[in-house]
């Protein structure tokens, strides 16, 4: 079966093909509207929505040539529908539910957060540009950290998983980029302070400022104090040089990750013989990685948002017979339900 997965429920247009039977990923097209957003410091909803109608269909277009398929070779169509900007998820779910109208064939929804958890099962596709391998065997805690989420889940199998934490209020992403913006950085943030520390700080710099950190009880998260304490050490600097600003982009780095890590292996001892698996764009993070060498990432491309992780979580089903078709009236939630 070939299967056509989008997703569109933030500021990237992404469609992926694969086929279940082969097990193997066809297309991974992903058209970001970062360019877009520059200007405007973060992501506007209204500009992202108008920039999936142009996107969407031209990725549909680039996924299908790039697996030498025509539309009428789709078998079955999926399409992200929660959680998300709740205008940039109405052109994703109403394109491919046209699609499957036009093409006479069914179309399933699936949650962008579960393409997030069980995009490390991505390894296991046959692709042109890698190598089938086999990541930790369940159960998993599963760290999602992105630009709209931090969440901690206890994915217990293909099929079943479980929220167990998460933040209380910004997600580290968003940490990363309101922070990286008080610093003078451009929209987003987060892989530019990772450059920038990593090709450029010292040891020293990355302990050089003790922000606060909110110790939550349990796996929970909290990193809006450390904005503004970014905030207040700049204000107290007045005119803070390239390499105060270096020290305190380091700094902030360090206690984001390490409260990340630190709440990650707690949920990790709670549930004895999980493995940590991390996703999500703060995935992509060099230090994150250098710092959890106990964690299974996958591999950049597929810890920020991308269809090929929502194609598989559907494979997955469609597998084991448990996608279910949706109905003409499915419609696209912003919240996670
Ligand atoms: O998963 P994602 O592509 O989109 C969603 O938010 O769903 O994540 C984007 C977020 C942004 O906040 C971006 O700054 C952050 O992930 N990010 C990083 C890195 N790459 C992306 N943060 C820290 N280090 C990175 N290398
Ligand atoms: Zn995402």
Redesign the pocket.
Known sequence: MNLLAADT??D?SCVAIINTDRWSLLSDVVHSHIGKMTAFGGVVPEVASREHLKALPLAVHEALAQASLELADIDHFVVTNRPGLIGALLVGVSHIKALAYAEKKPFSVIN?IEG?LYSPLLSTLKSPDAEPSTPPPFPWIALV?????SELYHVKNELENEWIGGTADD????A??KI?KLLGLAY????A???WVRDSASDLDRIAYKFPIAQLEGPNFSFSGLKTAVLLALRKLKNPSESDKLAIAASA?EMILRALIDKARMAVKTFPGASLVVT???A???R?RALAPDAFFPK?KH???NAAMIAVVAGMRAKRGELAIADWTTTAIPHLA
């Open positions: 429920s933030c990237e962008h997030h950290v992105s630009g709209g989420h997600a580290a992403g968003e990363f980029d990286g987003p943030a987060g892989p302070i990772d450059r780095q999500g764009g703060v992509c993070n060099s994150f950049p810890c920020t948002d």
